[in-house]
T-cell receptor, first 113, second 113 residues
Framework: TQLLEQSPQFLSIQEGENLTVYCNSSSVFSSLQWYRQEPGEGPVLLVTVVTGGEVKKLKRLTFQFGDARKDSSLHITAAQPGDTGLYLCAGLPSGAGSYQLTFGKGTKLSVIP | EAQVTQNPRYLITVTGKKLTVTCSQNMNHEYMSWYRQDPGLGLRQIYYSMNVEVTDKGDVPEGYKVSRKEKRNFPLILESPSPNQTSLYFC????????????FGSGTQLSVL
């Protein structure tokens, strides 16, 4: 199983601040996804990135896939309390026959009003 | 509404008493999977299935069984539960054979005493 390291593990910020969450690996991934999980619920897919260097925006969230497809970042602009949750990155290893999505351990974000 | 339904949401049982957690999806997805989520360990895959009658072990299959007799259902069976199987369990499905872009159920919190 390929390892995905997420940092920071915990993040507590004030409403209106910006933040960046990182997802790193020594392995190459054919695609990388970000999910958000709220307490008592299952993770919900936010975005999938598949091309090295790709940048995708979802309102105040900006996702980037590294050029070498080994890492990704999630940047939130002007964080809101509704952004609070556990952010998980998940990668599909590069190579034929890859059927196991690998999850990072997550970044727990708290946005304080 | 497209969804993955797990039951029960909460379950308390005793060591050795067989139990089944049900999972059903209404999206006609071929791929289904079970995960467990533990503090500090993240989401770990237990078993997955790419089609009816096709199942494969994930990263932590010991102590679990699954079956895929119908496309929509993917029950998780614990023949003889032990306390180390106390965890939060998630069923998920995907429209892709690779298991990307997962749709998760709301989770089953299992406590084995």
């Amino acid at each position: 199983t390929q390892l995905l390291e997420q940092s920071p593990q915990f993040l507590s910020i004030q409403e209106g601040e910006n933040l960046t969450v990182y997802c790193n690996s020594s392995s190459v991934f054919s695609s990388l996804q970000w999910y958000r999980q709220e307490p008592g619920e299952g993770p919900v897919l936010l975005v999938t990135v598949v091309t090295g260097g790709e940048v995708k925006k979802l309102k105040r969230l900006t996702f980037q896939f590294g050029d070498a497809r080994k890492d990704s970042s999630l940047h939130i602009t002007a964080a809101q309390p509704g952004d609070t949750g556990l952010y998980l990155c998940a990668g599909l290893p590069s190579g034929a026959g890859s059927y196991q999505l690998t999850f990072g351990k997550g970044t727990k974000l708290s946005v304080i009003p | 509404e497209a969804q993955v339904t797990q039951n029960p949401r909460y379950l308390i049982t005793v060591t050795g008493k067989k139990l089944t957690v049900t999972c059903s999806q209404n999206m006609n997805h071929e791929y289904m999977s079970w995960y467990r989520q533990d503090p500090g360990l993240g989401l770990r895959q237990i078993y997955y299935s790419m089609n009816v009658e096709v199942t494969d072990k994930g990263d932590v299959p010991e102590g679990y069984k699954v079956s895929r007799k119908e496309k929509r259902n993917f029950p998780l069976i614990l023949e003889s539960p032990s306390p180390n199987q106390t965890s939060l369990y998630f069923c998920a499905s995907s429209p892709y054979r690779s298991g990307e872009k997962l749709f998760f159920g709301s989770g089953t919190q299992l406590s084995v005493l």
